[in-house]
């Protein structure tokens, strides 16, 4: 539910194109231009210099597979298809409608390559099925946890990557990924184009299981000679490394002289995971933010992007705008000159990257935990910010705009906005025979 229609932005004589990173599991803190003093990040730092930055920006969800639903779809978590990351099986269908989709009528092409995680062999939910014309990377979500994979997906054809295979452990995939982004940079530079680049970094590896490798990277260079703890020199190094693809990127971008007509957005796909041996409190990884992963605190949802265009996005500015993952459809559709589809959640924030005046949301609402002991869920409206740790816990309250670290529940001083909040969380679920409660199971 949005408040408010925002007004169609002028569109270029070109559409322009847009490169859409998403990073995983990094958190609101884990940037230098968010208050970073220890993990070098120069390449994004001047991002946002000479763009926007966003200190209100949210993910689709908490954890990985919904969150990136959202952003393909513009279905905040009440709404949307992919609603958890179990259980496995649940993918696009024919009748969801994908960026890729919305941006293909006005003759994009599309591409992603990296971590999809909404869609399997023999699904609906396959890149090539969901309007992009080119794809290379994991169909799987967990299999996306392998940096150096055996097996790889690229257009409608799983490869094999020999040397993976043969143990010599020689590509690793966001070199891979970054590769194949360039070449289709490069390759599409006289066609209006749409670039999805989802990295796997900095989230944590699953080769080998439970050890310091569980942050997996070549080198924990330039942090080797930092006396933290190796999985810390590690995880510093993959965002370092992450930050490193995105200057490429721009250099590609520059170097096709098509800064001036190329939209660069950065972000993640949810705060810091505290799964692993990675200790997000090392770094400051959720900045001054309660909460980590799978937590609707301001930690675990709240996250980092950049908006870049030169000539189009000021340099410099600084937006406290309150978005989300599901505004991101309709903002590019905006800017291609497209209406945006019928029946989404998301409201463009192109005129905010404009700088003309922006409508706002009514309310941004989350869920996480359908099929676990415990279904959470939060809104955020107005200053308040409203989390329910199970259904049939007490809610929380919080004021944002006098306490953004989460530190005192107010609920007790205001019913009358818990209960308001309360009865737009109850408008904004719509129950999925998907994702059945299990809270709610023999009650």
Known sequence: T?????????????????????????????????????????VLDRMAQEGMRFTQAYSGSTVCAPSRCTLMTGMHNGHGRVRDNIPHGVFLQPDDVTVAEVLKTAGYQCGVFGKWSLGNPGSWGKPRQQGFDEWFGYLNQDQAHIYYP??????????????????????????????????????NRHNPFFLYLPYTLPHWSDFPPNSVMSQDVPSDAPYSKEAWPEVERKYAAMVTRLDGYVGRLLDT??????????????????????????????????GPYRGVKRELYEGGIRVPM????????????TSDHACAFWDVLPTLGELAGLPPPKGIDGLSFAPELMGRSQAKHDFLYWDYGLTRDKFCQALHWKDWKLVRNGIHSTPELYDLAKDPGESR??????PGVVRDMLQMIASAYR?????????LAGK
């Open 150 to 187: 055996e097996e790889i997906w690229e257009n409608d054809r799983e490869e094999l990557l020999m040397g993976n295979r043969a143990g010599a452990r020689k590509q690793y995939m966001p070199d891979l990924c970054t590769d194949r982004a360039v070449e289709f940079v490069e390759k």
């Open 2 to 42: 949005v408040g408010g229609a925002a007004a169609q932005a002028p569109p270029p004589s070109r559409p322009p194109n847009v490169i859409l990173i998403l990073a995983d599991d990094l958190g609101f803190g884990d940037l230098g231009c968010y208050g970073q003093r220890q993990i070098q990040t120069p």
């Open 253 to 286: 971008v520059k170097k096709q002289g098509l800064d001036s007509n190329t939209l660069v957005i950065f972000t993640s796909d949810n705060g810091p995971s505290a799964e692993a041996l990675h200790r997000p409190a090392f770094f400051k990884s959720g």
């Open 431 to 439: 129950p999925s025979p998907d994702y059945p409660v299990k809270e």
């Open 306 to 317: 950049i908006a870049r265009w030169p000539g189009r996005v000021a340099a410099g500015k």
């Open 409 to 414: 529940d107010v609920a007790s001083a205001n």
